[in-house]
């Protein structure tokens, strides 16, 4: 009789590579990408590829200089970082705040712990939170540029500012939502357009590089409770908040980020809950009109809770 032999773990095996993963998001982000340069002309061009440039050489400098370990900017996780960091900016950012923002990204928010996996913290997130914290009254901080077609309109020179959806939202004003959805509103570029940003989520779901769950429980819980909300009369209609700031943004892109978020499917749906429920808490009763990402940042502090709570029980048991 033969024996079975069993190697130790893991027993799955994968084609998918870091390096597939990540190049897997760069492409679903393309839309998103596309958008903003139709709506905030070429510029946002020039604050992306400043971000994602900058981020790359701060994980080279970091790895060669200090941490003295094998390089890793070719896995494009920076490149990634440096996109989403990008894309929650206005277009009209000077260069340098930018790239303060990839610094803290990549020094701070991901070199810091050891690299790609080792981060609790979304790194993208930790430098827009440092620059809007550190920033508060610089114009390029606290005014966006309005949403102008850079094909059928009037070209971009001088980009005007102007409120965004969720400015709106605050002072309870009325919202078109088709140009929600489709990306003609003010705000940071890689923010604005739902439909971009949904398809780029659709391309990540069919490439298997995330799952439903932190998603639809994110945007969900979200409508849910802005709908309880709106029904008291605290806020606007529910659908509103979905479509407007980086709810969208941060639900597909930043949210299921692997390295932040739980492992198991009931603990990604609780972070998910958390997410939404947080967000619409800063919005509604915060002094500031946004909350994504302080929601995820403390949703992602408590992903290793979560995932002692959610632990599986081990076969036997």
Same mark, same amino acid.
């Given at each position: ?13 994968? &084609? ?138 009037? &070209? ?108 198991? &499917? ?46 599986? &029980?081990?076969?036997?048991?």
């Amino acid at each position: 009789m033969a024996l079975l032999k069993v190697s130790g773990s893991p027993h799955v095996q994968s &084609k998918d590579t870091t390096q597939s993963i990540m190049w897997s998001v760069v492409i679903a982000l393309i839309p998103a990408l596309l958008v903003g340069v139709y709506f905030f002309g070429l510029r946002v061009l020039a604050v992306t590829a400043v971000s994602v440039t900058a981020c790359i050489l701060f994980e080279w400098l970091i790895q060669k200089f200090l941490l003295k370990g094998e390089q890793t900017i070719s896995d494009g996780s920076a490149i990634i970082t440096g996109m989403l960091l990008a894309f929650n900016l206005p277009s009209n950012i000077p260069f340098y705040i930018v790239i303060i923002g990839a610094l803290v990204a990549i020094g701070i928010g991901k070199m810091t712990f050891g690299g790609l996996g080792k981060n609790p913290f979304n790194p993208a997130l930790v430098g827009r939170v440092f620059l809007f914290l550190s920033f508060p009254t610089n114009v390029a901080m606290s005014e966006w540029p309005k949403a102008n077609p850079l094909f059928g309109g009037e &070209k971009i020179v001088d980009a005007l500012t102007g409120p965004t959806p969720l400015s709106m939202i605050k002072n309870g004003e009325s919202l078109d939502l088709i140009n929600m959805f489709i990306g003609s509103t003010g705000g940071s570029f890689g923010e604005v357009s739902a439909i971009a940003i949904i398809l780029g989520g659709l391309f990540m779901l069919l490439r298997k590089v995330i799952s439903w769950h932190i998603p639809v429980a994110f945007i969900g819980s979200a409508w849910l409770f802005a709908g309880i909300l709106y029904l008291a009369g605290i806020t606007v209609d529910p659908t509103t908040h979905i479509l407007a700031g980086g709810l969208m943004l941060g639900a597909i892109f930043m949210a299921t980020d692997m390295a932040t978020s739980p492992i198991t &499917k009931t603990g990604q749906i609780v972070f998910g809950v958390g997410c939404g429920l947080l967000t619409i808490i800063f919005r509604c009763f915060g002094p500031m009109p946004e909350g994504v990402s302080f929601a995820i940042l403390i949703m992602n502090a408590v992903t290793p809770l979560i995932n002692k709570i959610c632990k599986p &029980k081990k076969f036997g048991y």
